[in-house]
């Protein structure tokens, strides 16, 4: 009798296997070679369906019978079926891994074992266990560095670039993502580069580095255009990455552009049914621009695509349709949007622990359950001896979370009253400087209703400088209610409300402009206090006195910090100057207000009359030892 070839055995397994809805026919497998299904299982790792099935049979047939070798594979393959398939939780291919690496180390291929323990570090970190991740790859890098194997080692790097990268450590992620690209393109291994990039793209991300995130996504769409223009799909993915780097960085005109390429090239190489998953990206950006029927279309589309797929995990999709349609005015729709998120949430819960119970009954058919065996027989045994000691310990575990609970409760409690009593205080002080603000308000309306009677310009004048000071006081203590820092003030802001409030008083807008050439530079109230009276002073008098015969003029503020202990004040105007010779204008008591300030702060003040008038001082903020 001939062999059948393996032609012909294959063609019976997709015969067979072809079949999902009978199962009972995946018996008649047993016929065919283990090589045979191995060879079948690689091809086939894709497959959602029968692949399980087969492999779980195929390791049952192979357990007693074939070589360490034969059944590190069909560990592997099973493992690699659960990565990309996601079927079941993370843990199912970390057990499979883990199988196949205990099997090729009882063999002598180094270089084999090295990259199981690297493969089951990209494991851990799908499973979240971040620190057996990285003692496993801290085992492969050794052994890699004593085959001189740059591959290896190029490979190695990235995947713990990532690792530090899913630990939020990105200063680190760039660190081993940098050694591992030159290794990677000296091995011309151009797939693993491209997909390293990554790494900086979404590490410089998160460190607000933005410019060197966009320069590596430049790099790895070059490499795979240069060298691997097949690997078709990293372009998809770095396109996508940098859209979220731009979305971090507010820029959402180019988010837009990089989400929209990503789901182009996806379109252009597995057709757009198939690519509708992408629009939820671009939908999301044009919701951030409140482009609300340009996201609804997206969204839309994306969230179908994910219906038609029969995809219950998407939550987000649905929160983010859900706000297109309340900004819309579709109320009805936005909660049935909502009660679908909340619906996923539930059924994610679900499968979680159905998965769980999955994965038990798989441990128990690939061998499992002697371990298990085996396992209680020698717990028995030593019974007797560790009783006692666990008891102990037990009891010890119970008081020590007993009083951690108590204490963590008592802090919570402390930490809940603390942050009640800060809000209730700030609304107080919000609610103090509201009132304050209100005061001067109604002092100024008096002293303006007084002003307005009187018929003595000397005395008008008076009235109106105290009321640009009330004033000056007033837009502080507006700001200060009104801003999210109770304790300081921007004075760019409030230099501009001031300038405004003033040429509103002297009905000077159309004839002289105030700018404020300065950066934001928040102080304290007892320091914004004084300042502001003093640039009132002065652009009350620049305003009464520089600019005569309603000429045309231009004042300039600015408001610096040289240092940490000092404040470089300078109001400049163009008008007509000091004229020499001639006695100083009004009261006087501007000028000596003015002074008293200038020596409250532990200032100087300098006056220049060149071209109009230049006062400069230098304030001390911390008084000398």
């Not at 659960?82 to 993370?90: I, R, V, W």
């Amino acid at each position: 009798m001939k062999t059948p070839t393996i032609s012909f055995l294959l063609a019976f397994l997709f015969s067979i296997f072809g079949q999902s809805q009978d199962h009972k026919k995946l018996d008649e497998f047993k016929i065919v070679s283990i090589d045979s299904c191995i060879t079948w299982m690689t091809n086939n790792y894709k497959n959602p369906n029968d692949f399980h099935d087969i492999g779980l049979q195929t390791l049952k047939r192979a357990q007693n019978t074939e070589t360490d070798l034969t059944l590190a594979q069909i560990h592997e393959n099973l493992a690699l079926w659960h990565s990309y398939n996601g079927l079941f939780s993370p843990d199912s291919a970390v057990y499979h891994t883990s199988n196949a690496l205990r099997y090729h180390k009882k063999g002598t291929d180094k270089k084999k074992i090295a990259d199981t323990y690297e493969v089951l570090s990209r494991q851990y970190i799908k499973a979240r266990k971040l620190e057996k991740s990285q003692d496993v790859l801290f085992k492969a890098i050794p052994i890699y560095e004593a085959l001189k194997d740059e591959e290896g080692l190029g490979s190695a790097y990235r995947t713990l670039g990532l690792l530090y990268q899913v630990m939020q450590d990105y200063h680190k992620s760039i660190e081993y993502t940098t050694r591992a690209i030159p290794l990677l393109e000296k091995t011309k291994k151009y797939g693993l580069l491209g997909m390293a990039y990554f790494n900086l793209i979404i590490s410089y991300g998160e460190l607000g580095e933005f410019e060197k995130a966009y320069k590596a996504t430049d790099d790895c769409l070059k490499i795979v255009e240069e060298k691997v223009p097949e690997e078709v799909f990293i372009p998809v993915k770095a396109h996508s990455y940098r859209g979220e780097v731009y979305v971090r960085a507010q820029d959402y005109t180019n988010a837009l552009k990089d989400y929209i390429k990503s789901w182009e090239l996806c379109v252009a190489i597995i057709g757009e049914e198939r690519c509708a998953t992408y629009r939820t990206e671009i939908g999301q950006v044009y919701l951030l621009q409140e482009e609300y029927d340009k996201a609804l279309e997206h969204l839309s589309a994306g969230v179908q695509a994910y219906e038609k797929k029969g995809q219950a995990t998407i939550i987000q999709q649905y929160q983010d349709l859900s706000k297109c349609y309340a900004n819309l005015g579709d109320f009805e729709k936005a909660i049935l949007c909502q009660e679908k998120a909340y619906a996923n949430s539930n059924q994610v819960l679900e499968d979680k622990i159905a998965n769980l119970e999955s994965e038990a009954v798989i441990k128990y058919e690939t061998g499992k359950k002697d371990e298990a065996i085996a396992t209680q027989g020698e717990l028995l045994k030593q019974k007797g001896r560790i009783q006692t000691l666990f008891i102990v310990i037990a009891s010890l575990l119970a008081v020590l979370l007993l009083a951690l609970l108590y204490f963590f409760n008592k802090n919570k409690k402390k930490t809940q009253l603390i942050k009640a009593k800060n809000s209730e205080n700030e609304l107080l002080l919000k609610e103090i400087h509201h009132r304050v603000k209100n005061n001067l308000e109604l002092v100024k309306s008096l002293i303006s209703l007084q002003s307005a009677d009187l018929e003595d310009s000397p005395t008008k004048d008076a009235m109106i400088a105290s009321q640009n000071r009330v004033q000056s006081m007033g837009i502080i203590h507006q700001k200060l209610y009104q801003g999210e820092n109770l304790g300081s003030i921007d004075m760019k802001d409030y230099f501009v409300n001031l300038s405004d409030g003033i040429l509103d008083t002297f009905n000077a807008e159309n004839k002289v402009k105030i700018e404020c050439a300065m950066d934001q530079l928040e102080l304290d109230v007892d320091t914004a206090v004084p300042i502001g009276l003093i640039v009132n002073e002065l652009l009350t008098n620049a305003l009464k006195y520089a600019f005569p015969e309603n000429s045309q003029g231009k004042i300039k503020i600015s408001l610096t910090k040289p240092n940490p202990e000092t404040l470089t004040l300078r109001v400049i105007d163009n008008g007509i100057g000091k004229v020499a010779g001639t006695s100083p204008k009004g009261t006087g008591f501007g000028s000596q207000l003015v002074k008293l300030l200038t020596l409250q702060l532990n200032g100087i003040m300098e006056e220049k009359h060149e071209n109009g008038t230049s006062i400069l001082f230098q304030f001390k903020t911390k008084a000398a030892a």
